[in-house]
């Protein structure tokens, strides 16, 4: 499966608002740190995960959390692990 | 014949508006079953009935607003023998015993035909006799989620059509938005309230601990480490824990404090402070928290918190709590100074971990730290006790394992890491 960025920006959005309605993607700032803009608990950063890993299939391991900081962070993140497939 | 009455679903509720019947006359009902919805000023609730036996009448309808203690059904006991079906059934009146007046069914109430039809089971006496319904109207009305034999019909010998679903369905549904800002004002009455209640009632003492963590993290991320992300634990699961074991040497925190006396709680039911987004919060029970494995907790809690802002709560969970606990999260603030909910009479906060100085054997090192408080009700413990729970609350968090392993069996009084 190939995703170019924009779309790659789009489910990620989609993902977060699944589990904090309210963000208005337009109003995010890829980056800036994601929990800074977006008031997220552990639980719902916990839920932000899984969604990844139920749309892309990339489980992200605890130690990999401290990369992902900023929305750029997660997408570079994805695509770096998504490239084989979408060769 | 059992009075089935409306519980109190917190002290901030003294009313209850019922919303649904999921069971009609006649039905079986077993211990725990959820029998009807309730809107309380915070959420919408899943009442649970706390007895086998079998609905005999239901005396609330859907719509009215009833205050708590309100008996809201009779039942028959298992084995008991409806006392006289012969006058119920040559009673079919619909205007039920309860206050008519506040009764605000769908169905702007047309003047209900008498009952010729027999129906095999008692029709909700709100809706007194069914209308015919067309198949297109059933079919919208099972979309829309509407009962279609509530609607009152203009068609044909009163027979229900597809216009007076949509139009039921139009006033029954007030604009999102609308509910959304109402349910807030609401919540912040009802959390004024029992706050207020509080501070006028309770009087608190507070205590602070700071707890180092990095053994708790250290060991959480190895278990978690190689596991997919819907089976790791979160730090909070862990906190949780402990909590519910460091309260069984001071029973004195764990319970509720009625009619000029403590009760102390069977079994730690940790009531879990959870935010909704928007504003407002509720702190729903894990139920007996001190017994439960931390893989068991993690899936309640994650469902907990999941159901919490999705509005769909079972009642002994609002009802229930012993404690409450407060964790501000890993993105907030050092320490948290708690107002007790009330009957409870003791409350534990947690801050954000981070890594802070700390001096361990002389030296001064940077340590994961936690900062854990206790608000407790003096009528019922005192600072000494309450130190004790904190310094219980330190050690277990230093032996990750043998708490993660208290879990199932009994607490044990060593630790015995394997």
């Known amino acids: 499966m190939s995703y170019d960025r924009p779309a790659l920006t789009g489910s990620v959005l989609e993902i977060l608002r699944s589990i904090a309605p309210e963000v208005e993607p337009a109003g995010i700032d890829l980056t800036r740190p994601l929990r800074h803009q977006v008031d997220l608990d552990s639980m719902d950063w916990l839920n932000f995960l899984v969604g990844l890993q139920g749309r892309f299939g990339v489980n992200i391991p605890e130690a990999d959390y401290a990369q992902l900081i900023t929305l750029d962070n997660v997408l570079d993140y994805l695509r770096e692990r998504l490239r084989p497939a979408a060769a | 014949m059992i009075e089935f009455k409306l519980p109190s679903l917190g002290t901030d509720m003294d009313e209850g508006t019922l919303l649904q019947w999921h069971v009609k006359p006649g039905d079986a009902v077993k211990r725990g079953q959820v029998v009807a919805v309730v809107d309380t000023s915070k959420a919408a609730v899943d009442v649970e009935i706390w007895q086998d036996g079998v609905v005999a009448e239901l005396r609330v309808q859907p719509g009215e607003k009833v205050p ?96 007076d679903v949509e139009a039921a369905a139009t006033h029954a549904m007030p604009s999102p938005a609308a509910v959304v800002q109402n349910r807030q004002k609401e919540m912040r009455k009802a959390i004024a309230a029992a706050m207020s209640r509080s501070k006028r009632e309770i009087p608190h003492y507070y205590l602070s601990e700071t707890i180092p963590m990095a053994k708790a993290l250290a060991w959480l991320q190895q278990r978690n480490e190689g596991l997919p992300i819907t089976e790791r634990i979160l730090p909070a699961v862990l906190l949780l824990k402990a909590v519910a074991v460091a309260l069984q040497r001071t029973p004195q925190l764990n319970g509720f404090y009625r009619d000029g006396k403590f009760e102390p709680g069977v079994g730690v039911h940790a009531g879990v402070a959870i935010s909704l987004r928007g504003g407002g919060l509720l702190a729903p029970a894990i139920h007996d928290t001190q017994a439960k494995p931390i893989e068991q907790l993690m899936r309640e809690l994650a469902d907990l918190v999941k159901r919490a802002r999705a509005g769909s709560l079972r009642s002994s969970e609002m009802s229930d709590p012993t404690i409450t606990v407060t964790n501000l999260g890993d993105q907030s603030v050092e320490a948290v100074f708690g107002v007790i909910y009330p009957p409870q009479v003791a409350l534990v906060g947690f801050g954000s971990v981070a890594v802070r100085p700390w001096v361990e054997g002389g030296e001064i090192r940077a340590l994961p730290l936690i900062t854990a408080t206790l608000a407790a009700d003096h009528r019922v413990s005192d600072g000494h006790q309450g130190a004790l729970f904190l310094a219980e609350l330190r050690d277990l968090l230093q032996q990750p394992q043998a708490l993660a392993e208290t879990a199932t069996s009994t607490p044990s009084q060593e630790g015995s890491p394997t």
């Open chain 2, 68 to 163: 708590v203690d309100t008996v809201l059904a009779m039942l028959l006991a298992p084995g008991e023998v409806a006392p006289s079906p012969a006058a119920e059934a040559a009673a079919p009146v619909p205007a039920p015993t309860s206050a008519p007046t506040l009764a605000l069914a769908l169905a702007p109430a047309t003047t209900p035909t008498p009952a010729t039809q027999r129906v095999p089971e008692p029709a909700r006496p709100s809706a007194a006799a069914r209308h015919p319904v067309s198949p297109s109207a059933r079919r919208r009305a099972k979309e829309l989620s509407i009962d279609p034999d509530s609607v009152s019909g203009t068609g044909a010998q009163s027979s229900v059509t597809l216009a």
